[in-house]
C-alpha cells in the first residue's frame, strides 16, 4: 500500500535560513508524490510534483524537492524562508485503486517563521 | 476565472440534522472528491467519483452520502449517523489520467459545526 509519513508535526525556522520539511514514502511500484500547501482557513494547492521525470523537482515561491529512492524520500526545501511561507505543508502519494487516482496525504508540518 | 467553488464557508449543524454542503467545478474535470480534514490527522478521502452517475467510497464514507448527476457538481450530505461531523471539508477534482499523477485541484474548503 502506498502511504506517507512527515516527520515533525511543527516546524520553526528563521526568516532567511533554509527550510526542510521531511517526507518518506512507502510504495510497492514508482510513486507519483506531491507537496501542497495550505494557508489558514483556504484550501491546498499545488506546490510541486514528482512524476518519475527528473528526481529534483521545483515547484512555485522557490520551493523544490528531490526525490531519492534509496532513503524512499521526498523531503521540501527552501534555501532562504520569508515570512509570507508561514503555512501547513502537506505530502501526498497517488493510491492507486479502481479506475483513477487518490491521494494518500500525511498528516501534515505546520511551518512557522521566526522574525 | 475557471475553479472549484464550495458552499457554504461556514455551516452550523444541529444535532440529528442532515446538511448538505455544494461542491461546484468548472474545470471539465471528470473525477471529483471529498475529503475531511482535523487537526494533526491531515486529509481523510471520504468518496469519490470518476464519472456522472458513479461514485465510489473513501476511506471513511460512514455517515456521508453523494450524489453524481451532473459532470460540473458533486454535493455531500453529512447525515444524522456521523457522529462527529464537526471538520473542515474539502472538494477536489482532476482531470483523466490514470497513470499519470495529474494534478488534484482543491477547493476552498467549508467548515461544518456541531451546535
Known amino acids: 500500500a502506498q502511504s506517507v509519513t512527515q516527520l515533525g508535526s511543527h516546524v520553526s525556522v528563521s526568516e532567511g535560513a533554509l527550510v526542510l520539511l521531511r517526507c518518506n514514502y512507502s510504495s510497492s511500484v514508482p510513486p507519483y508524490l506531491f507537496w501542497y500547501v495550505q494557508y489558514p482557513n483556504q484550501g491546498l494547492q499545488l506546490l510541486l510534483k514528482?512524476?518519475?521525470?527528473?528526481?529534483l523537482v521545483k515547484g512555485i515561491n522557490g520551493f523544490e524537492a528531490e526525490f531519492k529512492k534509496s532513503e524512499t524520500s521526498f523531503h521540501l526545501t527552501k534555501p532562504s524562508a520569508h515570512m509570507s511561507d508561514a503555512a501547513e505543508y502537506f505530502c501526498a502519494v497517488i493510491k492507486y485503486g479502481f479506475g483513477n487516482e487518490k491521494l494518500t496525504f500525511g498528516t501534515g508540518t505546520r511551518l512557522t517563521i521566526i522574525p | 476565472d475557471g475553479g472549484i467553488t464550495q458552499s457554504p464557508k461556514y455551516l452550523f449543524r444541529k444535532e440529528g440534522q442532515n446538511v448538505t454542503l455544494s461542491c461546484e467545478q468548472n474545470?471539465?474535470?471528470?473525477?471529483m472528491y471529498w475529503y475531511r480534514q482535523d487537526p494533526g490527522q491531515g486529509l481523510r478521502l471520504i468518496y469519490y467519483s470518476q464519472i456522472v452517475n458513479d461514485f465510489q467510497k473513501g476511506d471513511i464514507a460512514e455517515g456521508y452520502s453523494v450524489s453524481r448527476e451532473k459532470k460540473e457538481s458533486f454535493p455531500l450530505t453529512v447525515t444524522s449517523a456521523q457522529k462527529n461531523p464537526t471538520a473542515f471539508y474539502l472538494c477536489?477534482?482532476?482531470?483523466?489520467?490514470?497513470?499519470?499523477?495529474?494534478?488534484?485541484?482543491f477547493g476552498e474548503g467549508s467548515w461544518l459545526t456541531v451546535v
Open positions: 514528482y512524476t518519475s521525470a527528473a528526481t
Open positions: 474545470l471539465n474535470h471528470d473525477a
Open positions: 477536489a477534482s482532476s482531470p483523466p489520467g490514470h497513470t499519470s499523477g495529474n494534478t488534484i485541484y
